[in-house]
């Protein structure tokens, strides 16, 4: 039997089960008693915030960042263990929620612990569950009465968010059993959601706050260039810094030009080069991502691959980078030190235009400055407008004699006007009210209709509760019930639901056959499994229908879709231009042209069809693409095409819509839909997901196994899993070299095709691949390259020594003979498999 000492350290203060719970007084003792036997001390916002919790009330909690809000949630989460309750720990992010979920582990033990996302379910009946907001605005839709007793909301800001707000606001409105801690740095007034949650609850809600930090911060205004404020914010000590900008495109401009300022010295240099012997830069853009840090200057923003962001956190962690070039995300869940935070401009497109800072946005941000246990201070720095640098740099060239002033500098274009009082009324501004986001839908509605609740009463009704509840004016509420009834006429008409009149009145009724874990979330999905049977397996092309149909329901990856389409207009206009065209004529032609969409037709209809009949689908949902399907079928690795679209900026983006076809592949098409061309696909994808940067694609399988989870998390280390360690993912691999230098033998591009051999072995030359080719090419014209050709089984893969292999390929000719063959070897000892081309080609011929 397990002690109590070899127990988490809060279930070891909990009762034993059988005992008799704590009383309120019990709790706090051995609550406290656990931040003392830590060495920390309470302060007095988290002493209020602990004794208001503790006396049943609903509490906001509104503490700087680093003044131990998690800590509050932690007793909150004791209190209902030691009363035998439910509590539930919310936030905006998965990685907060992964998070959150291992240190309550840590604190609570595995047992007790539980979490749910879109990805994973997790010990799911456990005392204390850690869940995304839309999971517990689901939960709250489902039942009113569902087992939730406390909740913690972390980053409640987030209930202004324009698209998740209504996720944030509905646990508010339909969980009228529960108590509520909400927390954030940034909340404004909020006097009108508590008035309504106490209406709601019956229950007193109460507001703490303070602006005192544990590590204050002090405020500049720099009208000095940028590498100059830089410069003196190092030689003051003022590092790390991080370099605030608005969209990746500046972070990455940035961080070039202070390439030409030298912020460390030659051993602080050394010390980084060591730090990086073991890490990978085996990408496009790793060779420039390395040079920045070598320089001492990191890089972070969405844009990069999750395996170099995770690098700089851990070069920033060990104290090597000075400054870290970003983008204004940094607010939640990225673990890196802070002691600047330096701005370099006072406004951002806040989703509908250009517009200077919120209040809420520019003390989230700035709240980062300072840390805990290394700082005594924090620093925010802003710098002045560019064009007001540079017209007092003229000035002072000017009074010093030096030269007469030219024509005063204009600001650039898109500028929103800032300057010293801005910054000052940032500082000290309160947040902006919290404003509600609550949007009816046909989702929302139908959630609602398939909920379990109390006999007597109904979905719609419950509707029309939850919008008298919902924190609006009366005009808006008014409008809301005008769009739930239009919602439920759409819904009836299209037969999805049906009134039934009955003795006691007339109930609603779902049809039969919706399935029933229907959500918000899950109405594409819907859609494919219906297109799905819609799709001929006989067809050559059916896996890469399949894979279009995948990415017709994924988010758009813009900056991919439009590279691609500025690539199209490129070979237009130099088609158009080649024929004479008139330049009017070309813009207009160009006007018509969009990104690749196979197969554009059929899904438009079907969807068209679909959403006839599930009237809670928007036209603007479906988005055929071909991305993946684009990468296949020109027999392109993920490396050649970042490089054919200029994507070096953006492999996060790519490498994160990848990992999002493959999750939709293994995890939403059914498997009476993947046939072996299908699942080599999904190999093909995860061979390419380990080989980029296998962090997401192992976070993801950790996830989906409960054992792995609750299992020590291991060590993050610079040095990759092999991908030979995979070996799916390495015959992948090697059916893709393989398709690779098949097609460039196919094109008779001989140069290319010696580039892709080991040149270590052999003594191959472009003639001699070509005379190796030509009886081929006598007999059979040309090398066959569609999907047919590339099936798995004409392949040949034996592993014949440690790190050694005979690898064999069909070669597919279009009488279907298949009776040519490349004959190769892979030999890796002594290297690693991205050290150059793998394949060494012993023979061509039949």
Not at 296 to 308: C, E, R, S, T
Not at 334 to 360: C, D, H, M, Y
Request: neutral net charge.
């Amino acid at each position: 039997m397990e002690t109590p000492e070899k127990r988490a350290p809060l279930a070891a203060l909990l009762p034993a089960r059988g005992e008799a719970p704590l009383s309120t007084d019990e709790t706090l003792s051995r609550f406290v008693g656990y931040v003392a036997a830590n060495g920390l001390e309470l302060y007095p916002a988290q002493e209020e915030a602990i004794l208001e919790l503790l006396a049943g009330n609903h509490l906001f909690l509104k503490t700087p960042t680093g003044s131990g809000k998690s800590l509050v949630a932690m007793a909150l989460h004791f209190k209902a263990m030691a009363e035998g309750k439910t509590s539930y720990y919310t936030c905006p992010i998965k990685a907060l929620v992964n998070e959150k979920f291992f240190a309550l582990c840590d604190a609570f033990g595995p047992e007790n612990v539980g979490m749910l996302t879109g990805d994973a379910s997790i010990n799911r009946e456990a005392p204390i569950i850690c869940c995304t907001a839309e999971i517990l605005a689901n939960m709250a839709m489902r039942d009113s009465r569902a087992p939730v007793d406390y909740v913690v909301m972390d980053e409640f800001h987030y209930y202004s968010d324009r698209e998740r707000g209504t996720a944030w606001q509905l646990p508010l409105l339909g969980l009228q059993n529960t108590t509520f801690l909400m927390m954030s740095a940034t909340l404004g007034d909020t006097h009108i959601i508590e008035e309504g949650l106490k209406k709601l609850t019956g229950k007193d809600v109460v507001s703490v706050r303070s602006a005192k930090r544990p590590v204050p911060l002090d405020f500049d205004y720099r009208e000095s260039p940028l590498h100059e404020t830089i410069q003196d914010l190092v030689a003051r000590g003022k590092y790390p810094i991080y370099l605030v900008n608005f969209t990746q495109r500046a972070a990455a401009e940035q961080a070039q030009n202070l390439m030409s300022v030298d912020f460390c010295t030659k051993e602080e240099k050394e010390a980084i080069r060591q730090a990086l012997m073991e890490a990978p830069f085996d990408t496009p853009y790793g060779k420039e991502f390395q040079r920045f840090l070598r320089h001492g200057v990191g890089m972070h923003h969405a844009g990069l691959l999750p395996k170099y962001r995770l690098l700089v956190e851990k070069l920033a962690q060990s104290g090597h980078l000075k400054v870290i070039s970003g983008t204004d995300t940094l607010g939640v869940g990225v673990n890196i030190p802070i002691r600047t935070v330096l701005f370099t401009q006072l406004f951002k497109f806040n989703g509908e235009k250009l517009a200077t800072l919120s209040v809420r946005d520019f003390q989230q941000i700035a709240g980062r400055a300072g840390r805990k246990g290394y700082d005594d201070e924090g620093s925010v720095v802003a710098q002045a407008p560019d064009h007001v640098v540079e017209n007092i740099k003229q000035a002072q060239k000017e009074a010093a004699g030096k030269k007469k002033a030219p024509k005063a500098k204009p600001p650039q274009k898109g500028y929103v006007h800032y300057d010293k009082s801005t910054f000052e009324r940032l500082q000290s501004g309160m947040p902006e009210p919290l404003e509600s986001r609550f949007e009816v839908s046909h989702g929302l509605l139908l959630n609602l209709l398939q909920s379990d609740l109390t006999e007597g009463s109904g979905g719609y009704r419950r509707l029309v509760q939850l919008i008298g509840r919902t924190h609006d004016s009366d005009y808006k509420k008014r409008r809301h019930l005008k769009t739930a009834a239009a919602c439920f006429r759409t819904l009836r008409e299209a037969g999805i639901v049906d009134v039934e009149k009955r003795p006691g009145g007339a109930v609603v009724k779902v049809a039969e056959g919706l399935q029933r874990d229907f959500s918000m979330n899950h109405t594409l999905s819907l859609y494919l499994l219906d297109t799905l049977e819609k799709l001929d397996p006989t067809l050559e092309s059916y896996a890469l229908d399949v894979v279009t149909l995948v990415e017709s329901i994924l988010e758009n990856p813009e900056v991919v879709l439009y590279a691609q389409l500025h690539q199209l207009k490129g070979e237009k206009i130099a088609e158009m231009k080649a024929q004479g065209i008139e330049y009017d004529d070309r813009m207009a032609e160009l006007e018509k042209l969009e990104w690749p969409k196979p197969n554009r037709d059929f899904i438009y209809g079907t969807f068209n069809l679909f959403a006839a009949k599930h009237p809670w689908v928007g036209q603007e949902n479906i988005r055929p693409k071909s991305i993946v399907r684009d990468m296949f079928e020109r027999f392109m690795s993920f490396h050649d095409y970042v490089r054919e679209y200029g994507l070096q900026r953006s492999e996060g983006v790519l490498l994160r819509y990848v990992g999002d076809v493959y999750k939709a592949l293994m995890q939403t098409v059914p498997e009476r839909f993947r046939d072996e061309t299908v699942e080599d696909f999904i190999d093909h994808l995860r061979a390419t997901l380990r080989q980029v940067d296998s962090s997401l694609l192992d976070e993801w399988e950790r996830m989906k196994n409960p054992e792995a989870v609750l299992a020590p998390k291991p060590v993050v280390e610079l040095k990759p899993r092999e991908l030979t360690d995979d070996p799916k993912a390495f015959a992948a691999r090697v059916r893709e070299e393989l398709h690779r230098l098949l097609r460039v033998l196919g094109q008779k591009r001989y140069g290319d095709a010696l580039a892709m051999l080991d040149g270590a072995v052999g003594d191959w030359s472009a003639t001699k691949l070509e005379q190796a080719m030509a009886p081929y090419f006598e007999e059979h014209k040309v090398v066959v390259l569609t999907p047919a050709a590339r099936r798995p089984a004409l392949t040949f893969l034996k592993e014949v020594g440690p790190r050694q292999w005979e690898v064999q390929q069909r070669i597919m000719d279009p009488e279907g003979h298949g009776d040519w063959m490349l004959d190769c070897e892979i030999d890796l000892r002594g290297r690693k498999l991205d050290d150059g081309p793998i394949l060494i080609l012993r023979r061509i011929g039949p």
